[in-house]
């Protein structure tokens, strides 16, 4: 049997970069052999192994065909006949259909190494079509690699075009378009991720209501840049430059859904899209079957980014009521991360980007004021069950107003 390395090992040490972890295909091998070497099998029907000591991918070398709709849908064939040619043909972009072995000889039938130097993110053959999570995965590699000068070849996006209009997308499961989202949105430029599922049509069929920001307008005095879709793509940007969690890049992405709604007579003001917006975000988040923290982050930021950016105009009763709803005495975190999100909003707007946001220190002392109300004295004065309660909020009132005045 010969063993080589494939995939983004091979791809990102012939870009220089770091690489974490590796993919192997074995050729000429059999399922009985490796079990015999003492590889660990992954799946029942997948040809793939674990290295017994590394605990990495090993697949054995297979074709695959297309046998209906979805992931599903797929026969594989891997036996010891399958060369490496017809392994890495079935590959999805020709940067990743590269193989080496342990003496680095390249083999590169796809011309993946003339497309790595071109910066040309390219698919390998016309059975690109056959797995349409292929969108997806160019669309990352996309924001990835964005920084380098990256783009996707035309005929590629074409055909990515056709895969979002046969409606193939619809068929993929939550699971794995989760997982190629979040990874996407964690990536250096995550808004080249959406940027190129717009291009192909994908963002229409995935994400309908963040591909309805595009083209709406937003009052120039607040947002230079006019349209609520460059906006959004702006605040992700700002989300990965400020090194953001997933929770806050997410909540990014879906703050502004609500101004999608606006009838057109009311644009460019968006009244109350707080509001509006909030079922479509519960949509998304349903949809994709997001993380909790995920899906809480985005619901209370598009609820709340305005008063955010209003902050220091807040009554202290709403800051009480803003900090109740967060349970910042438990969540801080939360909190910080509301801020964060809220912060994002406002830079990612153009010409902007390099603004103070003094609301942040602001939220952050009235969060702070509020939690510094200490609850012994109150028990000591005999408050108990929701006396204590309502109290305890009385007493954080008083706080949020003398830290109003001394600030
Ligand atoms: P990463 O750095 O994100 O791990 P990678 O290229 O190693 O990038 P993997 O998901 O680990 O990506 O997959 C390893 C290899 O398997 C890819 O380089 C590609 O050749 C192939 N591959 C993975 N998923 C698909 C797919 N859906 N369609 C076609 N080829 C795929
Ligand atoms: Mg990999």
Not at 181 to 209: H, N, T, W, Y
Not at 211 to 240: C, K, M, N, R
Not at 267 to 292: D, M, Q, S, Y
Not at 373 to 398: D, T
Request: neutral net charge.
């Amino acid at each position: 049997m010969q063993i080589f390395k494939v995939g983004g090992a091979v791809r990102d040490r012939l870009l220089g970069k770091p690489v974490t972890d590796i993919d192997w295909v074995v050729v000429g091998a059999t399922t009985e052999e490796m079990l015999a070497k003492g590889y660990r099998p992954v799946g029942a029907d997948f040809p793939v192994f674990l290295h017994p000591k590394s605990g990495e991918e090993y697949a054995l070398a297979r074709t695959e065909r297309k046998s209906g709709r979805g992931y599903g849908g797929f026969t594989f064939h891997a036996s010891p006949e399958v060369t490496l040619e017809e392994d890495l043909i079935r590959r999805d972009l020709t940067i990743n259909a590269m193989a080496e072995d342990d003496q680095q000889n390249l083999t590169d039938p796809y011309q993946g190494q003339r497309d790595l130097e071109a910066r040309i993110l390219r698919h390998v053959s016309p059975a690109f079509a056959e797995d349409p999570l292929r969108v997806l995965r160019v669309a990352r590699f996309a924001a990835r690699y964005a920084g380098l000068g990256f783009t996707v070849a035309p005929e590629t996006l074409e055909l990515m075009r056709q895969l979002s209009e046969s409606g193939e997308l619809e068929v993929l499961t939550a699971e794995r378009s989760w997982k190629e989202i979040s990874r996407a949105l964690m990536e250096d430029q995550p808004q080249v991720f959406i940027q190129v599922l717009r291009d192909c049509g994908a963002l229409k069929v995935l994400m309908p209501e963040v591909d309805a920001l595009f083209g709406v307008p937003q009052p120039e005095a607040h947002h230079p840049e006019i349209d609520t879709g460059l906006h959004t793509l702006s605040v992700l940007e700002q989300s990965a430059l400020h090194k953001q969690p997933l929770t806050v890049r997410w909540a990014c992405l879906l703050h502004d859904l609500g101004k999608g709604l606006t009838p057109e007579e009311q644009w460019p003001r968006h009244i109350a899209h707080e509001h509006t917006g909030l079922k479509l975000i519960k949509a998304v988040n349903e949809r994709f079957k997001a993380p909790k923290d995920c899906q809480e982050l985005a619901l209370l930021v598009g609820k709340y980014h305005t008063h955010s950016h209003r902050a220091l105009e807040l009554k202290a009763s709403t800051l009480l009521e803003l900090l109740q709803s967060f349970d910042v005495y438990r969540r801080p975190q939360r909190f910080e991360e509301f801020i964060a999100a809220c912060e994002m909003d406002a830079r990612g707007r153009k010409g902007l980007e390099q603004r103070s946001y003094p609301q942040a220190e602001y939220l952050r002392g009235a969060a702070k004021a509020a939690r510094e109300v200490a609850v012994q004295p109150l028990l000591e004065k005999g408050f108990k069950g929701p006396e204590l309660g309502e109290a305890l909020k009385r007493e954080r009132l008083k706080a949020l107003k003398a830290y109003k005045e001394n600030s």
